[in-house]
């Protein structure tokens, strides 16, 4: 039987390991096809896939920027939305978590409730009315109302409350409230620092999401020196960069720089964060 069942074992482990492989290949080969095709001329891409790097990288970087590409200002532009929502985002919803998990109020139940329900509706449903909200406060064009809404994000409530339930000891409360502590205070010296991996994920999220973000931004900006990376990607399918495929690989590879860079910043805390559950009794 003890043959039988290594043998069985080793089958079951070989094929999760080759569908593992197989999922891996699916995603990355794309991203790979698409750092090649960004280094090819349009002829070469026409020709076919290709595996092996071009060399008319060069031209198609001056094609890209020499047809009012603005893509330093587009980068300044969707880092400086990408960073203000994210961080408004992880603090005031890890504040709101915090209350929700520590305190006793009535209609905590009532808040709580609410903000399941919210989390569930589909995020494109009050659209229109935040486009009327909007253009009657005047803020059409500007970057307050794609900020401001990052407040209120109840799925990283949720994630952020749920966290606090697994690793939160009540004591270290107490104890920083007997240290003579303030609420505030035991919140950002305290509570923070032991919810970082939390934090570290929502933001990767948050970053990402806010990054990719491409309907909002082009329903309500219509200056272009204020449009982000995607919307300026977006004008690439347009007529002048129709025939330069080259170039729009280029673009698109450009604009994943930043979210392959802060991920792998911030990865290191997720790791951090599952070794911590893995050794939370």
């Known amino acids: 039987m003890k043959p039988n069942y290594r043998l069985r074992g080793a089958f079951t482990r070989n094929a999760i390991y080759l569908f593992m492989f197989i999922i891996t290949l699916l995603v990355i080969i794309p991203i790979y096809l698409m750092l090649i095709n960004a280094t090819r001329s349009n002829a070469q891409i026409n020709e076919g896939i290709s595996f092996i790097p071009g060399?008319?990288?060069?031209?198609?970087?001056?094609?890209?920027?020499?047809?009012?590409?603005?893509?330093s200002q587009g980068f300044g532009n969707s880092l400086f939305l990408a960073v203000t929502t994210s961080i408004l985002t992880i603090y005031f919803s890890a504040l709101t978590a915090y209350a929700l998990h520590v305190y006793n109020f009535k209609g905590k139940a009532f808040i709580w409730g609410l903000i399941l329900l919210v989390m569930m509706l589909?995020?494109?449903?009050?659209?229109?009315?935040?486009?009327?909200?909007?253009?009657?406060?005047?803020?059409?064009?500007?970057?307050?109302?794609?900020?401001?809404?990052?407040?209120?994000?109840?799925?990283?409530?949720?994630?952020?409350?749920?966290?606090?339930?697994?690793?939160?000891?009540?004591?270290?409360?107490?104890?920083?409230?007997?240290?003579?502590?303030g609420e505030f205070y035991t919140f950002n010296m305290v509570i923070l620092p032991v919810i970082k991996p939390a934090l570290a994920t929502q933001a990767i999220f948050s970053f990402i999401g806010s990054w990719n973000n491409f309907?909002?931004?082009?329903?309500?900006?219509?200056?272009?020196?204020?449009?982000?990376?995607?919307?300026?990607?977006?004008?690439?399918?347009?007529?002048?960069?129709?025939?330069?495929?080259?170039?729009?690989?280029?673009?698109?590879?450009?604009?994943?720089?930043?979210?392959?860079?802060?991920?792998?910043?911030?990865?290191?805390?997720?790791?951090?964060?599952?070794?911590?559950?893995?050794?939370?009794?």
């Open 215 to 281: 309907m909002t931004p082009f329903v309500l900006l219509s200056n272009p020196k204020k449009y982000t990376l995607p919307m300026l990607v977006q004008m690439l399918r347009g007529d002048i960069y129709r025939t330069e495929y080259g170039s729009i690989y280029l673009g698109i590879t450009v604009s994943l720089v930043p979210i392959i860079i802060f991920y792998a910043f911030m990865s290191q805390y997720i790791i951090a964060g599952i070794t911590m559950g893995s050794l939370k009794e």
């Open 55 to 71: 060399n008319n990288t060069i031209n198609n970087w001056k094609n890209l920027t020499n047809r009012n590409f603005q893509i």
């Open 122 to 181: 589909p995020a494109s449903l009050p659209f229109i009315g935040f486009y009327q909200f909007v253009a009657r406060l005047k803020l059409l064009n500007s970057y307050i109302p794609l900020v401001l809404p990052a407040i209120a994000a109840p799925a990283v409530v949720f994630f952020i409350r749920q966290y606090l339930a697994s690793v939160l000891s009540f004591e270290l409360i107490d104890a920083a409230r007997i240290d003579g502590a």
